[in-house]
């Protein structure tokens, strides 16, 4: 009787090889699932992009209040039927750090490298004196774009 009850614990132990080898398929093909559907690059990309999105928002909306308090009038710098022109503090960027200081704290800056000097958003004004901002570039081919 002992001899059989130890053969019976004996075969009881542990998993066979074809059953971890089961287990160890279905948890890669989950993993590989898993990474593919969270794509860390694709959603790092989508988080710069939503921060354009608010950013160039934040920007229209500045302006926007600006050109409220100010009688219509257009911040320093921006002038009707202006071709898109970077914002910052370069040579050739338009400056409205100043004018809108009362409306942002700062000048939102392009979250893939940008600077005060440049910011790597770009303003225009058509010759209705309808105001579009726009950042250099998106990713994801995404058109980033708002115009009032």
Not at 65 to 94: F, H, K, M, R
Not at 118 to 129: C, E, K, L, Q
Request: glycine share 6%; charged share 20%.
């Amino acid at each position: 009787m002992n001899l059989i009850k130890k053969l019976k614990k004996s075969r009881q132990k542990g998993f066979t090889l074809v059953e971890l080898l089961i287990v160890i398929a279905v948890i890669a093909i989950l993993a590989t699932l898993v990474f593919v559907s969270l794509d860390p690059v694709t959603r790092f990309a989508d988080a710069r992009n939503s921060r354009r999105w608010n950013d160039v928002n934040s920007i229209l909306t500045a302006v926007h209040e600006y050109i409220v308090d100010n009688d219509g009038a257009l911040p320093t710098g921006l002038t009707s039927g202006q071709s898109a022109t970077e914002i910052g503090s370069c040579g050739s960027c338009d400056n409205l750090a100043t004018p809108l200081a009362p409306y942002l704290k700062s000048i939102p800056t392009d979250p893939s490298g940008g600077t005060a000097v440049n910011t790597g958003y770009t303003i225009a004004v058509d010759s209705n004196n309808i105001i579009t901002v726009a950042p250099s570039s998106a990713e994801n081919s995404e058109t980033i774009e708002v115009s009032r």
